[in-house]
């Protein structure tokens, strides 16, 4: 929540009032003002009537030591360090008696007394941050949404401090610790919370106050684990905290993407300890990729090893010598009878890619890690045996639930291959079986078959493996093959979600208690797991395997199973207000958590958590092992499945499994969170989801505002965004109304109302809703332009013409309209039609669709031939999905393939004229005279390279200023929402 507004809540006295809300204006006077140090910090004698501290030979005397007692004494003030003498406040050019303490400055107002003001204290959290050259106003902001956010300096007050914060204040006679009282004594905070080395040399998590610093130490006993920073000290003697190093990392900015050629997918990689060459495996090239990363701004393919099955795991081994591939050799295939071959490690040498090897092992292996313990390499390897569940006749069937009547596949195990580098064949293979009793008593679902998924190995050489269908996790020590533990995961505590897949995103059920009936539902079923740092704490990614299941999350755990935290449904917040949840996913398992890893970055520890569904992997910087603090949302290629760390060299990658696409990560100092022209899209809360853009505009009178549509992903509305910032805004104008009531369309397209036909007041925009060619169906739906004034409601909707689209039929496609725009006279509205019509025929070696223009006030339609390029391969098609108005009636319109990863190549914008072109009305046949009838266009803007690795780049805006900026469609949740300023349009 949001702490309580200054301005509400219980009625204060003017003075306390205009005190909580003109903190900031307290900068001009004596609270906030600046002293001229002139004071000693010499010991003195002791003053009769006074307390005297030996600590650090000062007194302590009225008017200050009754306020220091009554406020907090010592923890909050300190011991005194110099004697209390009349300073000038160099800010109101007048004398005040002014004394230092360790953590603070007061200062006596005669002219305040009798008010709770008579002593005033020092804004020294904002005077040592001036004195280190430090702007607290350049630190980047917090999220409005989250906890206790103080909007008059936009950061909140970390939930460490914030019950420290609540519980201390200045008596300003109010009853109880009051908001204002704490505000105070405090101020607001003027900084995120960061970990920072104090003036002790003790590195913690810090945040800066307008008069204090705090400070987390966890190991300190629980009343002293918050403590305030020794300003008064520092602004005395110089020495505040030392500046951050120039390495330091605080965030992670995007930095490259490798594609895998032709459209092969990534799904595990792993690194060489010095971060130069990377191993992924790609499942549907049955091959191993080594990847040259020496330049990660230009990572290239050095080779492809085939392995001659599907290989599910690589682990390149810590001397950086090998990559070890399980490979899964099965022929499994649903009606025929299942091939169940043994599995088979491989022994890569890198960089070469030269096979050294192979060495049998269990059928389906998934997970692999390495390790050297004691001087001997070792592969821990997950034998999953997924469940091969067959008919009567021995065919497999699709069932995949373990215990199933029918399962051949065997209870998984893993093995643990102590491998010999000098004699492949000499390595020993032992297989470690997991008692079904020891399963049942931790309260595993299925203690017959453990189904191991995932292998993290600690710096120790303890293996934990996830047994994900179990809802359980295994210790196994690697050198012994020992079964150390096995404990289960458990339930999820109750928590706010979307259960419903219903086009609109709504956490306003509770999961899993609305759907206690469902089987499982709210179990972990952990995938990914991963080792802290120290090895006392094991992280657990929480996917789910059914509908109703999974975390939506991840937990941390100790080592010896008892349940620590988890994230209680932030994570899948911070994926709606960044688009990034699956609203189609909502019946299933949201975002669906699937990988988790830790890297030590310097003195800062991160885990990184991936949302499989949601294509986008939460950081989170850790106080200690048990205190995660979330940092930043960062958007991946679609699907991230592997994870990795690579700390020797500052990076984060991500193998996206869909994509085909090694997104790759640059540690940076400050909070990234996008470009000017390329900022990151973002709501304000949970409460404003979004999604889908699928048709973008600009504002006519400001060039920092768009406006832009959803499909039918979403409900039907129209966004404004906010640019000229790294973060654009985003927030809902409210819904399309249709005679009151909210209407739903499948929105393509948006422009600014300059129409003939706009209203005198309140105009709004076009849009563009289309169809999907279901003719004769009950769900069949039209094309339809829409005129809407400025609050949303439904002027005019204008059908094509019957023979093109009707109920009863017609000649376009379900890929109708895509996009919308009007004529520099208002006369007309144009819109694009994504692809050729049904029946159209190859002309010349083309394909043709059309740009429709509708005269508005004939209601008269025209339709003009657009070429399309050739698609890149046989099973990808051309289309346009978008047009705006460049000016002077030249258009410019998307045209794209369907393609993503490595194999897209189109995403262009081509600009035209419909001067001197011919209207073309009926079919395109392959014989057809075109002549006079086709536009030409023109090449502006190749967008590949900004829109890698995605398929549909659908918006296009031009503002004020002739910048142009395009818009990729999430898919409603599913990957990055993509907002890039391409820049003026080329003479």
């Known amino acids: 929540m949001k702490a309580t507004s200054p301005t509400s809540g219980p009625r204060r006295t003017s003075l306390a009032r205009w005190l909580v809300t003109n903190a900031l204006v307290l900068a001009l006077v004596a609270l906030s003002g600046g002293l001229a140090i002139a004071q000693s910090t010499d010991p003195v004698e002791p003053v009769d009537g006074c307390a005297y501290y030996e600590e650090t030979g000062h007194n302590l005397c009225e008017p200050f030591q009754p306020f220091w007692q009554d406020n907090g004494g010592l923890p909050v003030f300190g011991y005194p360090k110099t004697e209390a003498e009349e300073l000038v406040n160099v800010d109101l050019n007048q004398e005040f008696l002014t004394q230092y303490f360790e953590r603070e400055r007061l200062e006596h107002h005669a002219e305040n007394a009798g008010t709770p003001y008579e002593i005033l204290l020092g804004r020294l959290g904002s005077e040592v941050l001036t004195q280190m050259d430090r702007d607290w106003m350049e630190y980047p902001k917090d999220d409005p949404a989250t906890e206790y956010y103080q909007e008059t300096t936009g950061f909140a007050i970390a939930p460490e401090f914030y019950e420290y914060w609540s519980s201390h204040g200045l008596d300003l006679g109010e009853s109880g610790m009051t908001y204002a009282e704490s505000l105070a004594l405090f101020g607001y905070p003027i900084s995120p919370a960061m970990m920072e080395t104090n003036s002790s040399g003790d ?78 495996t790609d499942s549907s090239a049955k091959s191993v990729g080594i990847v040259d990363l020496s330049d990660p701004t230009n990572p290239s393919l050095a080779t492809t090893v085939p392995v001659g099955g599907e290989p599910t795991s690589v682990s390149i081994t810590p001397d950086g010598a090998w990559a070890i591939a399980g ?89 643990i291959i102590a491998i010999d580098e000098s004699d492949l064949a000499a390595s020993t293979v032992t297989d470690v079986m997991f008692d079904e009793t020891a399963m049942s008593d931790a309260g595993l679902y299925f203690p017959g078959d453990p189904q191991p998924e995932f292998v993290d190995i600690s710096a120790d050489g303890h293996a934990a493996v996830s047994l994900q269908e179990n809802n359980g996790i295994a210790i196994i020590h690697v050198s012994t093959g020992e079964v150390d533990a096995i404990f289960g995961t458990g339930v999820v505590a109750d928590r706010p979600a979307d259960l419903v897949e219903d086009s609109m995103i709504s956490f306003t059920d509770i999961y899993p208690a609305d ?61 709606v207000m960044y688009s990034h ?74 193998s996206d499994e869909v994509s085909g696409t090694i997104t790759i990560f640059e540690g940076v100092e400050g909070i990234w969170e996008g470009d000017v022209d390329a900022p990151t899209i973002r709501s304000a809360s949970v409460e ?276 142009v900026w395009s818009a990729l469609d999430n898919d409603g949740g599913e990957l990055e929402s993509v907002l890039v300023n391409l820049g003026q349009v080329p003479n």
């Not at 890619?353 to 313990?373: H, Q, W, Y």
């Not at 215990?403 to 051949?408: F, K, N, T, Y």
């Not at 949302?611 to 092992?625: C, I, K, L, P, T």
């Open 581 to 654: 949840y699956p609203e189609g996913r909502s019946e299933a398992k949201g975002v669906e958590v699937e990988g988790i890893e830790v890297g030590e970055y310097g003195d800062k520890t991160f885990v990184f958590v991936g949302s499989e569904r949601g294509s986008f992997v939460g950081v989170y910087e850790m106080v200690d092992a048990t205190t995660p603090v979330w940092v930043q949302l960062l958007p991946t290629g679609i699907s991230p499945e592997g994870l990795l760390a690579i700390t020797e060299r500052d990076l984060f990658v991500t």
């Open 688 to 963: 404003e989801p979004w999604a889908a853009i699928s048709g973008l505009a600009a504002s006519l009178t400001d060039a920092m505002v768009l406006y832009a549509v959803p499909d039918n992903a979403m409900p039907s509305e129209i966004y404004m965004i906010e640019t000229g910032s790294e973060v654009a805004n985003i927030q809902s104008m409210g819904p399309l109304t249709l005679g009151g009531e909210a209407v739903l369309y499948d929105l393509e397209g948006i422009a600014v109302d300059w129409s003939v036909d706009a209203p005198e007041e309140n105009a709004g925009f076009w849009l563009a809703s289309e169809g999907n060619a279901a003719f004769g169906e009950e769900d069949y739906s039209p094309n339809v332009l829409i005129q809407v004034d400025g609050s949303g409601a439904v002027l005019q909707e204008i059908l094509l013409p019957a023979e093109i689209d009707s109920p009863e039929g017609g000649m376009i496609r379900s890929n109708g309209y895509e996009g919308v725009t009007i004529s520099d006279d208002g006369a007309y509205v144009l819109a694009a039609i994504q692809r050729q019509y049904t029946g159209d025929e190859e002309n010349g070696g083309a394909w043709y669709t059309r740009i429709a223009r509708y005269d508005i006030a004939n209601a008269t339609w025209e339709f003009f031939l657009y070429p399309l390029d050739a698609p890149p391969n046989d099973d990808a098609w051309i289309g346009l999905s978008e047009i705006t108005n460049l000016g002077n009636d030249v258009y410019a319109v998307i045209e794209r393939d369907n393609q993503v990863g490595g194999a897209a190549e189109t995403k262009k914008v081509y600009s035209f004229t419909l001067d001197d072109v011919a209207p073309y009305d009926g079919l395109v046949t392959g014989d057809a005279d075109l002549s006079g009838a086709v536009i030409e266009k023109t090449e502006i803007f190749d967008v590949l390279a900004e829109f890698t690795p995605y398929e549909k780049v659908e918006g296009l805006a031009i503002d004020v200023n002739g910048d």
């Open 327 to 415: 490979v899964n050799t099965s022929v499994l295939e649903e009606g025929a009878a299942p091939e169940v071959n043994p599995g088979l490690l491989y022994i890569i040498a890198m960089p070469s890619g030269d096979i050294a090897g192979t060495i049998e092992i269990g059928n389906s292996p998934d997970s692999v890690a390495t390790k050297v313990i004691d001087g001997q390499l070792y592969a821990v390897v997950a034998i999953e045996n997924e469940p091969i569940v067959v008919d009567a006749d021995g065919n497999q069937t699709d069932d995949e639930e373990p215990g199933l009547e029918g399962d051949v596949s065997g209870p998984g195990f893993v093995q």
């Open 515 to 575: 759907v206690a009936e469902e089987p499982y539902a709210g179990s972990r079923f952990a995938d990914a797991i991963a080792w802290s740092a120290d090895g006392s704490t094991i992280y657990s990614a929480d996917e789910g395997e059914f509908d109703y299941t999974g975390g939506r999350g991840w937990s941390i755990w100790s080592a010896s199973g008892e349940f620590v935290w988890d994230d209680g449904g932030a994570y899948e917040a911070a994926a």
């Open 203 to 280: 590195t913690v998590l810090t945040q800066w106050y307008e008069r204090a610093r705090f400070e987390y130490h966890p190991d300190n006993p629980e009343e002293f684990q918050v403590l305030l920073g020794l300003l008064g000290n520092e602004i005395l003697d110089g020495s505040g905290p030392p500046p951050p190093p120039s390495s330091q990392i605080d965030s992670f900015a995007p930095l490259a993407t490798y594609v895998v050629p032709g459209g092969g997918v990534a799904e595990i990689v792993s690194a060489t300890p010095d971060g130069n060459w990377l191993a992924y």
